[in-house]
Nanobody, 117 residues
Framework: QVQLVESGGGLVQPGGSLRLSCAASGSIFGLNTMGWFRQPPGTQRELVAVISRAGTTNYADSVKGRFTISRDIAKNTVSLQMSSLKPEDTAVYYC???????????WGKGTLVTVSS
């Protein structure tokens, strides 16, 4: 099993910045892709950004140029630097990890990001 714990959510004004972090623990050997998904109020969970063990990244079009994902392999962490935040970025943000070794997806419990004046 893999445990993912997010931190860094909160309330921020439009145009502001926020950094999310996620720490993985447990059976972390074999984790390839890590990243972030989000679920805005009343909608389905959607991809924000993911990063492979090799550093290849993939972003949702809505966050390109504003969000940056990074990963520390040694510390088993993944972070999301969010800038120029908009009210439509308001959502619960979930940390995600996939183990290709066992073919399983793992999710954190989520952290709420609210963008409002």
């Amino acid at each position: 099993q893999v445990q993912l714990v997010e931190s860094g959510g909160g309330l921020v004004q439009p145009g502001g910045s926020l950094r999310l972090s996620c720490a993985a623990s447990g059976s972390i050997f074999g984790l390839n892709t890590m990243g972030w998904f989000r679920q805005p109020p009343g909608t389905q969970r959607e991809l924000v950004a993911v990063i492979s063990r090799a550093g290849t990244t993939n972003y949702a079009d809505s966050v390109k140029g504003r969000f940056t994902i990074s990963r520390d392999i040694a510390k088993n962490t993944v972070s999301l630097q969010m800038s120029s935040l908009k009210p439509e970025d308001t959502a619960v943000y979930y940390c995600y990890a996939r183990s290709d070794l066992v073919g399983m997806d793992y999710w954190g419990k989520g952290t709420l990001v609210t963008v409002s004046s």
